[in-house]
């Protein structure tokens, strides 16, 4: 299985801040890498998949680069409602696996 | 909308059967692969089971072959997980995703259920 580990593991920032998450694969994945978000009580939220690509109706805060091994989430500037556990994910082979998560905490 | 609706969830005894439901609504059903994905506080998100858009392919994660079976109702909008021999460490909340793919599996899941909690105990 290819594992996913992202780091930080929780980060505390403030709004207006912007802050760049890291996921990395254990080989190579290509651009077969999504983001997610998950607030408290609620199920994830796809925000970024294939490395780069924006889904529909995410603001344009959110951006994300990389490819093979390494991968980064963006905020460019931190809005109060960002504040949540993110988590990537490969859908380059089976099984899928997420990363451990990044907890984004309020400063 | 685009809306998945998970039940069945409940307290089984180790060794016990539960079956999941996913009712989906807001997008066509049939054109799209399924998937069911648990959580726990301890290992985060782990993923479950697959099945194509007419059932004919699935997938299943190590950690549950032999044990659950996914299948769907495309006349229904519903998916299933069928549970069995089950264990401590299935405990988990369930979330039914679909796939962003129209036809073909890429396990690229693009909309989640609320999630349904299972919790096997004696």
């Known amino acids: 299985d290819i594992q996913m580990t992202q780091s930080p593991s929780s980060l505390s920032a403030s709004v207006g801040d912007r802050v760049t998450l890291t996921c990395r694969a254990s080989q190579s994945i290509s651009n077969n890498l999504n983001w997610y978000q998950q607030k408290p009580g609620k199920a994830p939220k796809l925000l970024i998949y294939?490395?780069?690509s924006l889904q529909n109706g995410v603001p344009s805060r959110f951006s994300g680069s990389g490819y093979g091994t390494d991968f980064t989430l963006s905020i460019s500037s931190l809005q109060p409602e960002d504040f949540a556990t993110y988590y990537c994910?490969?859908?380059?082979?089976?099984?899928?696996?997420f990363g451990q998560g990044t907890k984004l905490q309020i400063k | 909308e685009v809306q998945l609706v998970e039940s069945g969830g409940g307290l089984v005894q180790p060794g016990g059967s539960l079956r999941l439901s996913c009712s989906a609504s807001?997008?066509?059903?049939?054109?799209?692969?399924m998937h069911w994905v648990r959580q726990t506080p301890g290992k985060g998100l782990e993923y479950v089971s697959a099945i194509s858009r007419n059932g004919g392919t699935t997938y299943y994660a190590d950690s549950v072959k032999g044990r659950f079976t996914i299948s769907r109702d495309n006349s229904q909008n519903t998916v299933y997980v069928q549970m069995s021999s089950l264990r401590p460490e299935d405990t988990a909340v369930y979330y039914c995703?679909?796939?962003?793919?129209?036809?073909?599996?890429?396990?690229?899941?693009?909309?989640w259920g609320q999630g349904t909690t299972v919790t096997v105990s004696s």
């Open positions: 807001g997008f066509t059903f049939s054109s799209y692969p």
């Open positions: 294939v490395a780069s």
């Open positions: 994910q490969q859908s380059y082979s089976t099984p899928p696996t």
């Open positions: 995703v679909k796939d962003q793919s129209i036809h073909d599996l890429t396990y690229l899941m693009d909309v």
